[in-house]
């Protein structure tokens, strides 16, 4: 056939009809080497697929090309032959290293890993050791620009670490003594000491490369269908190959039907359906991992595309977790700073959550605040001290009714306002005169509003569940504008909730902290721990996103139908394939002179694989950012 197409003959020396043999045995051998021992590898626990086809394409080809030659057949096909051989090997490589770009992800995280540390030494120096040598209890060096080798806790120094490779965040995080640092993160401006307390398989990037690998290496239900479907087209082909060879020995042309059996052999891709899946899987799941999004479940992650209803938990999910200073009030005569500088400044030695923040605001907006003395902290009332030759006192309602205070007049309209959307209400009296009050709220998180948004453009319900009361839910309901509102709920009673919505026909995904709501997270559709951080080992969710930004849920309801559509193109594309190729390769349409070369059927096949990588490669474009 290739002397036919390009018009050559071979030139004729003694001997030479056993030049095709011999150099026909070598690529069968040498060439076929890797198809012959991959079909072994699929005999032994009986689960043929495209190599098994491939080896018997090629051993059929071989057998009848060696009995031409020796006067048995009249069917010599070594050029198809080494063809076929050269053209696999050549799609083989295509595919490999589509499939090792797609599991690249986990040799991507460990290069994350510096090789060698700075140890510091009993008499305060360092020494370069590497990594391997590295013991809990050790204390690092980390200089600017340099990566954390091991998990740790920071105690000497503060700066901005890059965790982009953790959460997904392109901002650097500012982290100082006590906080938390996790290996392969980049200190950017400053240089830490840290005590190591996890090293190798302990850490965080072990943790969420044991992840990865397991995502890859689950199922969801449609590579299921592809593997069911794959290990069916084998059985397929075999059946059609040995129907085309007695059809056409029928007609009286066995040379034709060995021909056109070969290369119903050779065109049958199972192998096209088999990577459908697992390669869009591979890069759906490395892609979101470093994107601050870790797959626990491959089903989580599938059913998140037919989500209707989104339960946000409010608490540090929807907004900061933690109290601020949201407005202020004062009488008449008295300025805000006055009331900031004197709360800020009594403030500063309690250790309530409220007072925290009451002192931080103060110090941001005043700038220093002055120095309190006698500092007493009045159990349920609130705390005063001496600021300034004055007594000054913070506290709620309980402090106004011990000291037999009224609201000034001047005060009530804002205070008012306050109470009715829960805000906690705290005054400043001063030598027993009220002379301001702040209203503190957990603040909500601007990226919920575009969260929220997002979703409802999608199509889909948003609700909110909470502890708070309900005045609290709503204010904050409102200011999202948030579908549906469950408050009051206590945390053992949040499984109950999503339990409803599930009866009612609903598909749920449930978003919190994976901890005072790990049974809500586990019943939901979708179970969604969210600001996880460096904390992989949440059970309850099957997925966790890293940071604790509300978009993310928007950007994994992305992945799932950007995922699930390339599934979809995959499987039609490999299934269509196989539907037109294989009647071709028969002969169906040799009546009126079509005849499809055993070679050309073998391009075919390697073009259909291919092209299934490629697509897969196109999920990578997809853009995972919180604000997607």
């Known amino acids: 056939m290739i002397q036919d197409w390009f018009g050559y003959t071979a030139p004729q020396f003694a001997g030479d009809q056993l030049l095709a043999p011999v150099l026909g045995s070598i690529i069968f051998f040498y060439g076929g080497w ?26 059929v080809a071989y057998v009848a090309s060696l009995a031409t030659s020796l006067g048995l057949f009249d069917t010599e096909i070594w050029w198809e032959l080494a063809l076929l051989i050269a053209v696999m090997l050549l799609g083989h490589w295509v595919e490999m290293r589509a499939v090792g770009q797609a599991s690249g992800a986990l040799e991507a995280l460990a290069e ?102 397991q995502a890859q290496e689950s199922k969801s239900r449609t590579q299921r269908l592809a593997d069911r479907a794959a290990a069916l087209l084998f059985y397929v082909a075999v059946v059609a190959a040995a129907i085309t060879a007695v059809v056409w020995v029928t007609f009286g042309q066995p040379d034709f039907a060995l021909n056109r059996s070969v290369t119903v052999l050779v065109i049958a891709c199972p192998h096209a359906l088999g990577l459908a899946i697992p390669l869009v899987t591979a890069i759906s799941t490395s892609k979101s991992a470093r994107s601050g999004i870790l797959v626990k479940d491959r089903l989580a992650l599938e059913a998140m595309r037919n989500v209707d209803t989104v339960l946000f938990d409010k608490t540090g999910t929807l907004t900061l977790g933690e109290h601020r200073v949201a407005d202020i009030a004062v009488t008449d005569g008295v300025e805000v700073d006055e009331v900031l500088r004197l709360a800020g400044a009594v403030e500063a030695d309690s250790e309530h959550p409220l007072a925290r923040a009451i002192h931080a605001h103060a110090k941001e907006q005043v700038g220093e605040v002055p120095t309190a003395s006698g500092f007493e902290s009045m159990t349920g009332r609130g705390v005063e001290a001496e600021v300034e030759d004055t007594m000054v006192a913070v506290g709620g309602p309980a402090l106004l009714r011990d000291r037999d205070l009224a609201v000034p007049d001047d005060l009530g309209e804002d205070v008012e306002a306050w109470r009715e959307r829960g805000a ?90 994976g901890i005072n709501d790990a049974p809500a997270l586990a ?82 096949m390697s073009t259909s694989t291919v092209v299934v990588a490629l697509n897969a490669q196109l999920l990578r474009r997809v853009e995972l950012t919180a604000a997607a």
């Open 424 to 513: 906690a209400i705290l005054y400043v009296v001063r030598d027993d005169t009220i002379i301001g009050a702040l209203a503190l709220e957990d603040q909500v998180r601007e990226a919920s509003r575009q969260a929220v948004a997002q979703l409802h453009e999608a199509g889909v319900t948003v609700a909110m569940i909470t502890g708070d009361a309900q005045q609290v839910a709503d204010a904050v309901a409102a200011e999202l504008d948030i579908d549906e509102v469950f408050a009051e709920v206590l945390p053992e009673d949040k499984d109950s909730k999503v339990a409803e919505l599930l009866e009612q026909g609903r598909s749920v995904a449930m978003v919190g902290d």
């Open 112 to 213: 994350m890993m510096p090789d060698e540390a700075e140890r510091v030494t009993d008499d305060g120096g360092t020494e370069t050791v590497k990594i391997t040598e590295l013991e809990v209890g050790d204390v690092v060096l980390v200089r600017p620009g340099a990566r954390v080798p091991a998990d740790g806790e920071i105690v000497e120094g503060a700066a901005d670490v890059d965790e982009s490779m953790i959460t997904g965040e392109s901002t650097p995080v500012s982290r100082g003594e006590g906080d938390r640092v996790v290996a392969a993160t980049v200190v950017a401006d400053s240089s830490l000491r840290v005590e190591v307390d996890a090293v190798g398989d302990d850490t965080t990037l072990a943790g969420i490369q044991r992840m990865v690998e």
């Open 523 to 604: 019943r939901a559709t979708v179970g969604i721990a969210i600001g996880a951080g460096t904390d992989v080992a949440i059970e309850s969710a099957g997925i966790i996103l890293a940071s604790d930004d509300p978009r993310g849920v928007v950007a994994i309801r992305h992945l799932s139908q950007a995922t699930y559509r390339k599934m979809l193109q995959n499987l039609w594309w490999a299934a269509g394939y196989n539907i037109v190729a294989l009647p071709l390769a028969a002969g169906v349409l040799a009546p009126i002179g079509f005849i499809l070369p055993v070679a050309v059927g073998a391009i075919l």
């Open 34 to 59: 890797p198809f012959l021992a991959g079909a072994k590898a699929e005999i032994r626990p009986w689960q043929p697929g495209m190599m098994l086809l491939i080896a018997m394409a090629i051993t």
